[in-house]
């Protein structure tokens, strides 16, 4: 029998409910748009996200707590990679982080990269290590005094030598903390898109265990993975054909409790009116909660800059939320998703 099956069968028998998740929310994109996956980004397709200050104000009346700022790392230096933060394109961004602050629980500061900048791979062959330490030091110099702020280290990696890109992950941990954030979270994404699917199996969370505080502590230091639920999980098609339970969020749990780390969903998402997306995407979600000792929460893809004819747009229709938002995305982490039973759902996991 499937280990999440038996955790919702027994769960909702005993009736013992697990703590909440702490964050639900969805990314606001638009710093990032122009970038693709060689970590190429072209400026003259950045487009912040005018709407994102009052779609936060919204979602957060929604319940939700937690928003992810994508952004480009081109941008933040005006095409200097190594050089100094750009003052303009910084205070721009900045405006966006600081409605967040004002708003939310959590804001994520995401560097959109792919581990790259401009087709070259930070630490082997691009950037050096330095360099993305040096990025990394100024952000985290500026939101120093900022609680509610998570530094996401980078955006996807793919295609990398995910030993060597601890390496580089580590450099940019060190800076942080030495740059006197010492205590916000820090998000560390593995390998293949930093999928949820293969981060044990491919190697990134073994390679990224080795990555410490500068005490010696991992402490805050939270794994970031996505998983998308369409056939090819590129997150590109608006129909869903999985849960990902079986596949990657229960095997990855399993790691997390043994390992005692924790782990946070930062995209996933499908077609917003999609009725299996409105299926299976309520059932990721809810399986987070249900799992909520090693699952901090989740943000969504994605609103912001996108229009309603995105295919995987959670950008509210005026005050009116996507389907798969109001469905999905707000009533999981609320702990008002009825998972079509008409009674609040209660999780307790076992093995099996």
Known sequence: MKTAGVALTLATFLGQTLAALKYGGVN???????????????LTKT?????????????????????????GWQYLVNNNVGGTLNSGNLAQYDSLVQSCLSAAQLCIIDVHNYARYNGAIVGQGGPSNDQFANLWSQIAAKYKG????????MNEPHDVDINKWATSVQAAVTAIRNAGATN??????????????????????????????????????????????DSDNSGTHTNCVTNNIDSSFSPLATYLRQNKRQAMLTETGGGATDSSCQTYVCQELQYLADNSDVYLGY??????????????????????????????VVPVFTGKYTGGTGEKRRALTFSS
């Open 28 to 42: 606001i994109a638009g710093f990032d748009f122009g970038c693709d996956t060689s970590g190429t980004c072209d």
């Open 47 to 71: 487009t912040p996200p005018s709407s994102g200050p009052s779609q936060m104000q919204h979602f957060v009346s929604d319940g939700l707590n937690a928003f992810r700022l994508p952004v």
């Open 146 to 153: 900022q609680s509610k702020i998570a530094f996401g280290v």
């Open 184 to 229: 916000q979270l820090i998000l560390l994404p593995g390998n293949s898109y930093t999928s949820a699917q293969t981060f044990v199996s491919g190697g990134s969370a073994e390679a990224l265990s080795t990555v410490k505080n500068p005490d010696g502590s991992v402490t805050n230091l939270i794994f970031d993975v996505h998983k998308y639920l």
């Open 299 to 328: 943000t969504t893809w994605s609103a912001g800059a996108f229009d309603q004819s995105y295919e995987l747009s959670e950008t509210p229709n005026g005050s009116t939320d996507q389907p798969l938002v109001s469905k999905c």
